[in-house]
């Protein structure tokens, strides 16, 4: 006959690995609920980023494409330019300063490249870009008569 603590600690061991397997399929179905959860997740989050790049890149093609109105868009800025444009109208750097409303050093700084000229500076350089020395002398005698 066998022993009855022998006996006894077999049904426990039984009843204890019984009740952990319902425990653990309920913590099973759970996690596999969870992942499928974040898996979907992960596609919809993949989908939306493919989503927005396409939008960015639609709206950049746009933009680049319609001119603003104003002429504010982005404006280039050459040092070399700026300081033959000044010689070819025949312009000093203080002349030149007051056709685009800054100072003659500021002017000089532009020329060395140890500053850059602002947006709205950009649209008064570009502004002179298109006079010729005529109309450069006019406006020059015109901000001095005011």
Known sequence: MPNIASILKVEIVRLARKELRTETEALKKAVAQHRSDISGLKR???????QL???????????TAQP?????????F?????ASKRQKLGLSAAEMGTLLGVSA???Y????????PRQAQLAAIAAVRD???RQAK???EELAAQ
């Open 44 to 50: 919809s989050v993949a989908s939306l980023e493919k």
């Open 53 to 63: 790049a396409r939008m960015e890149k639609k709206a950049s093609g746009q933009a």
């Open 68 to 76: 603003s109105p104003e002429g504010t868009g982005r404006m280039r």
């Open 78 to 82: 050459s040092a070399k330019g700026l």
């Open 105 to 107: 050093q500021t002017v």
């Open 109 to 116: 700084n532009w020329e060395a490249e140890k500053s850059k």
């Open 131 to 133: 006079m010729g020395k």
């Open 138 to 140: 006019a406006r020059l």
